[in-house]
């Protein structure tokens, strides 16, 4: 069988949910040959409407992909922490000595609100998980890649945008803006990550249905069928979606793809 990324380390952020994109993406990544890394902050999972973590089923799930050799590994941490980061970096690269992937999928939701409602702290508190927190681990992942200088060897960083790009985000200040900050620096970045052998890109998976898009548990009620009404598809984007995207885009096809702003959205984008 063909493991694109076998003898590779990846270190994928936000991944406590069975459900959520973040362990689709490991998932993807253990399936196609890499050791995988994965970051969670369960507390922030507890006070979603659409379910708490289930960090034992994420690591089940992903050891039982492993390929002979690779290796598993999670770590609890707190990004809303500005020193939390480096850290992490330093402790996922320690298990296999190397770290040639970054995927910031974490983000911070809910308490969010309009720009007339919005306080100093909300602004803040996404500022500091969705923007900073992926900021610092860019950095530090970047400081500690060897670079052997060949296209083969190349390490790849994702970051996650959102729908701000295409339209409103109504009620959601806070964290559309923290996401716009991703979007709008990843080619400031890029450039300067490109001379170290570091290409990065950034994702905007659209309206993906983690929990966050079921009847039953939905935050947004008010707008669920109107979002539903834009997908010309007819459905929801499923977590695997993106994660497919993702694997091509830090496997070795996607060498030659850097600074770029793209979608997988199902065409959500073309029907606002």
């Known amino acids: 069988m063909n493991y694109p990324l076998a003898g590779r380390t990846a270190l994928v952020t936000g991944v406590s949910r069975p459900k959520g994109i973040g362990y689709a993406v490991a998932l993807r990544l253990a399936q196609a040959g890499a050791s995988v890394m994965v970051h969670h902050y369960a507390p922030h999972d507890a006070e979603q409407p659409w379910g708490g ?28 922490d500005a020193s939390a980061a480096a850290p992490l970096i330093e402790q996922a690269a320690a298990v296999t000595g190397r770290l040639d992937i970054l995927v910031c999928n974490h983000a911070r939701s809910g308490d ?33 890649f060897a670079w052997d200088g060949t296209e083969e060897n190349t390490a790849r960083v994702i970051w996650f945008t959102s729908g701000q790009l295409f339209g409103p985000m109504r009620a959601e200040m806070a964290y559309a803006a923290s996401k716009a900050a991703l979007a709008g620096a990843t080619q400031t970045a890029a450039a300067e990550l490109l001379g170290r052998g570091v290409l990065l890109n950034t994702v905007n998976p659209g309206p993906t249905n983690t929990g966050y898009l079921d009847p039953e548990t939905t935050d947004r009620p008010e707008v669920l069928g109107e979002l539903r009404a834009a997908m010309p598809l007819k459905r929801f984007g499923a977590p695997d979606d993106v994660a497919r995207l993702i694997a091509w885009l830090v496997g070795p096809e996607g060498r030659w793809v850097v600074g770029e702003v793209m979608s997988s959205d199902g065409g959500f984008r073309l029907g606002l």
């Open 53 to 80: 973590a289930d960090v034992e089923a994420v690591r089940a799930g992903i050891r039982s992909a492993l390929i002979d050799g690779a290796h598993v590994a999670d770590f609890h941490a707190d990004l809303a």
């Open 112 to 144: 969010d609100g309009s720009l007339l409602k919005a306080t100093a702290e909300q602004l803040d508190a996404h500022w500091a998980v969705n923007a900073r927190a992926s900021f610092l681990l860019t950095k530090r992942f970047a400081e500690l």
